[in-house]
């Protein structure tokens, strides 16, 4: 039976993104040797990551732009302490936009280095959605956002305008939708929702908001050292980033953002359309803040929660279970997740209101 992965990430990869990672762990290049062991100095690798850090930046449409690509390790959580680290100056202040889990989580780290503003929260509404009319202090030294919340299922449709660079977390829509990167400083996204499998975190940094601090920085949390040694100052993530590119070139020809965006953007509406007309579910976040990657929603009669569990894993869905912080079901929509899996979805959701009815 056909498997349809709405897993929250790790997540849903092209399948000739598995056919093409796999023969490589097998014969990379032709060489003899699998991707798992050859030198990340080896010509063949360089080449992968160059073209990875290049292709990423054409992509977002960041080319020339004063822009370096970076694959680092460590995951989003590692970013939360190195954007401080390299960006909070010594008596400054950090501003702060917390819309969710990991929000707080990039709040938290940044405490620790100085002053830290929250200019909004929506955490009194178990951040149901992304608040609006806030003010950014204009002697910050940066604000930072998240522009997707996977657990709770909200979206930044709009970014603020300030003087002072933007930092934004994009882990969970990089590469899904249409949008100015150039108006942000510095981005950064786990792979594993819409690049890549786990184990590689991308970041794209305007180099020319870096070493102001005042700080010392550790040269493996020195955004600058590892633009100097071009993402190998350490041994990188070689599988993942291999894995990544595959995707980006995956991605380029669809269309690059603007071809996935029109996808993301029907699958989005035909789900949300049916927990709308569905009697049987709600929607957790506020219209107008739904995600396109992430759709959360409820049963209204949590007592029917077994009926449809049954119907749902029946049809070879997998992974729809909702974060324990919002329960129900979360429907995460990467851009791998083809349309045709999503009217299975809806399918089974349409069948269980005739089975209640």
């Known amino acids: 039976m056909k498997k349809h992965n709405y897993s929250a990430g790790p997540c849903i990869l092209p399948q000739e993104v598995f056919e093409k990672s796999a023969q490589a762990v097998l014969n990379f290049n032709n060489s003899g040797l699998s991707i798992l062991e050859i030198s990340h100095r080896s010509k063949d690798f360089v080449a992968v990551m160059e073209e990875a850090r290049a292709l990423v930046l054409e992509l977002l449409d960041l080319e020339g732009k004063g822009y370096q690509a970076l694959f680092l390790q460590g995951g989003a959580s590692m970013e939360f302490l190195r954007v401080p680290y390299n960006l909070l100056k010594e008596n400054g202040k950090a501003s702060y936009l917390d819309t969710g889990t990991w929000a707080a989580g990039a709040i938290k780290e940044a ?68 949008l100015d990167f150039s108006k942000f400083d510095l981005i950064y996204a786990g792979a594993q929702k819409n690049m890549g499998p786990a184990g590689v975190t991308l970041v794209a940094v305007k180099e020319e908001i870096l070493g102001k601090t005042g700080r010392a920085i550790p040269n493996i949390l020195n955004y600058q050292q590892h633009i100097d040694k071009e993402s190998m100052y350490n041994t990188p993530a070689v599988f993942a980033v291999y894995t990544s590119l595959l995707t980006l070139q995956w991605l380029k020809n669809l269309g690059g953002i603007p071809g996935i965006e029109k996808i993301n953007e029907a699958k989005a509406k035909l789900l949300y359309t049916e927990i709308d007309r569905n009697p049987l579910f709600i929607g957790t976040a506020v219209a107008e803040d739904r995600s396109t990657m992430n759709a959360t929603f409820l049963l209204k009669d949590e007592t029917q929660a077994a009926a449809f569990d049954k119907l749902w894993k029946d049809a070879g869905i997998s992974g729809i279970s909702g974060h324990r912080s919002v329960g129900g079901y979360r429907a995460s929509m990467y851009n791998a997740l083809p349309l045709e899996s999503v009217q299975v979805l809806v399918d089974v959701m349409q069948e269980f209101e005739k089975t209640i009815s």
């Open 111 to 178: 405490k620790a280095f100085g002053e830290t503003i929250v200019v909004a929260s929506s955490k009194g509404e178990n951040y149901n959605h992304i608040p609006k009319q806030y003010e950014i202090p204009a002697d910050a030294d940066y604000f930072h956002c998240t522009s997707n919340n996977t657990i709770f299922g909200t979206q930044m449709k709009d970014f603020p305008n300030t003087n002072i660079p933007i930092v934004c977390d994009m882990s969970s829509d990089i590469f899904s939708r249409q």
